[in-house]
């Protein structure tokens, strides 16, 4: 059976533990675990660190497994999602090695999921990216391989704000480039972290994949994002995408839930589905962020119910 979790990016200011008791209270299974290197972040929801991989020791991996057993809520993967391919040396190398850490760290916590992005330098082309995508990526997939680590990458093109202009932050945008990719690192231990709303203010397909990639979807974040057509109609496809699409909680944008478990479930995905709150309506406040948890898990319990 699936279960039905959250992405803790949402709950900055919040210990793991109060996380954790949130995700009790509201009834959600499992947490994607934000796991940056400790400092903040310019970009809205990045370094969030609920779980600081950096200095983890037999103490604090107690700890946290203590939390887990306590509320009854589990890790579902270890959430990082910066730019590896970053022009920015500095940045790339940064990126990498937490990278790393998170790998390494992933079984110690008796996890086998790490989620991140490929990453890309926006101002290339995609073919320009990918020589660079293979020198520092083999290298990430094979250290997975050797930890028994799944590698999900999210099919987000990070291109929401002028500084991501023209290419986006990260190659993984589509089911060409997808099957580019696994083809050339061909590891079973390189997959997606399938989110559905990506798909649709790029005007594509987004039940088809579910079928395509059934074997390398490990994680899926479930975020919806509503197209306001006459605003698109007016500035384009070549505007920036935020002038023409709002990311909205899960049944109040333009994904077709029903399909969209109808497929995910026949394609035989019995992993993790977490929320991704990404909705300005409810960043307010504590309060607003919880009123969206408690909403989506609400919505979604009807296509993904708690059993006990």
């Excluded at 990260?170 to 709303?197: E, V």
């Excluded at 029903?258 to 995905?269: A, P, R, T, V």
């Amino acid at each position: 059976m699936m279960q039905l979790g959250f992405a803790s990016a949402i709950l900055p200011d919040q210990t793991l533990e109060e996380v954790f008791a949130i995700a009790s209270q509201l009834n959600y299974d499992c947490v994607e675990v934000m796991c940056w290197p400790p400092g903040k972040a310019e970009r809205r929801y990045a370094g969030v660190t609920h779980i600081d991989v950096t200095g983890l020791n037999d103490t604090s991996i107690l700890e946290i497994q203590e939390l887990t057993d306590r509320y009854g809520v589990s890790i579902s993967a270890l959430g990082y999602y910066p730019n590896p391919l970053s022009p920015d040396q500095q940045e790339s190398q940064t990126a990498i090695e937490h990278l790393r850490r998170l790998i390494e760290a992933a079984p110690q916590l008796g996890l086998d999921r790490v989620n991140s992005f490929i990453g890309r330098d926006w101002t290339k082309s995609i073919d320009d990216n990918w020589p660079r995508f293979l020198d520092l990526w083999s290298p990430l997939i094979e250290l997975a391989e050797q930890h028994s680590v799944r590698i999900g990458i999210e099919n987000c093109p990070m291109f929401f704000s002028n500084d991501e202009w023209p290419g986006g932050k990260n190659l993984a945008i589509s089911p060409a480039i997808w099957r580019r990719m696994f083809s050339d690192i061909p590891s079973p231990n390189f997959g997606l972290n399938y989110d559905p709303s990506h798909m649709i203010w790029q005007h594509m397909d987004y039940l088809g994949p579910l079928k395509e990639f059934a074997d390398r979807i490990f994680h899926v974040h479930a975020k919806d994002v509503r197209i306001d057509r006459d605003r698109l109609n007016s500035v384009g496809i070549l505007a920036n995408p935020m002038e023409h699409h709002t990311p909205k909680l899960p049944g109040m944008g333009d994904v077709n839930w029903g399909q969209f478990f109808s497929i995910l479930g026949d394609s035989g995905y019995d992993g993790p589905v977490c929320v991704e709150v990404e909705d300005r309506v409810y960043e307010g406040s504590l309060t607003t962020r919880f009123q969206s948890l408690q909403q989506s898990c609400t919505y979604l319990r009807n296509y993904i119910p708690n059993i006990e």
